[in-house]
């Protein structure tokens, strides 16, 4: 049986910096039917004279009662990050459809070893999944990112968790004293830091549409079974 989704209103309880351009917002949703890590939602925005405009994001957080986090990176001239990241206050109110999708998500009844890439914002669905983990089962990151004041959830990904491995990877600028020059991914990178194929890890990949892409390419030149590798992909939508 398909659920039909309906429109919740969520207050916001908390909001945290991740970034000087991405928030996290924490919101109570009652009714809210509970997630799986790698789903989504829509937010809607209502104008005063009627105009009303929505956008999708990842959930952040595992299913938690009727808490939803969301972390919005603002896009620049977008429509609704830049109120997300800059407007909204703790005791706002915002319209959430969801949760959306069936394919991208991890399981915790699952098993497998896991492969997490993730391409700048597109940690935030993996990081439900990291979240969501209750069991031994290993977990390896690999975070691509421009530069180290890009990281989300730093105090977070900095505790040691037994069976989380992770790995930074940046493209503009490196902290001092890091091992790799800064550059884009490459099959080296995806050796040294995934699991082995043979090791038949379900792999979960998410960030800009060309580094999802190369990275999928990467995993199957490796020998990893296709079917075993999600992607979720995200470009320019006017935020």
């Not at 989504?40 to 004279?49: I, M, Y």
């Not at 968790?161 to 020059?181: E, M, N």
């Amino acid at each position: 049986m398909v659920r039909r989704l309906v429109w919740h209103v969520g207050k916001v309880v908390d909001v945290r910096d991740e970034t000087p351009a991405a928030r996290t917002l924490v919101l109570e949703v009652p009714l809210w039917p509970g997630h799986l890590p790698g789903q989504h939602v829509d937010v809607r925005l209502t104008a005063e004279d009627g105009y009303s405009t929505q956008r999708s994001y990842s959930i952040a957080n595992a299913s938690d009662g009727s808490r939803v986090e969301l972390t919005v990176q603002r896009v620049e001239d977008g429509e609704v990050s830049p109120y997300l990241t800059e407007v909204v206050e703790v005791g706002d109110e915002l319209e959430l459809r969801g949760p959306v999708g069936g394919w991208f998500v991890w399981r915790p009844e699952s098993t497998a070893p896991v492969l997490l890439v993730a391409g700048g914002s597109g940690i935030v669905p993996l990081m439900s999944m990291i979240r969501a983990r209750r069991t031994a089962v290993p977990f390896r990151l690999l975070y691509s990112l421009r530069g180290p004041d890009d990281r989300f959830y730093v105090d977070e990904l900095r505790r040691p968790t037994p069976g989380l491995d992770i790995t930074y990877l940046y493209t503009r600028s490196v902290p001092d004293g890091f091992p790799r020059p800064p550059g884009r991914l490459g099959v080296a990178d995806l050796n040294t830091a995934g699991w082995p194929a043979d090791f038949t890890p379900d792999c979960f990949l998410c960030g800009p549409t060309g580094f999802v892409e190369t990275a999928a390419d990467i995993l199957q030149a490796l020998g990893h079974d296709p079917r075993r590798i999600k992607t979720e992909r995200f470009g320019p939508s006017g935020g």
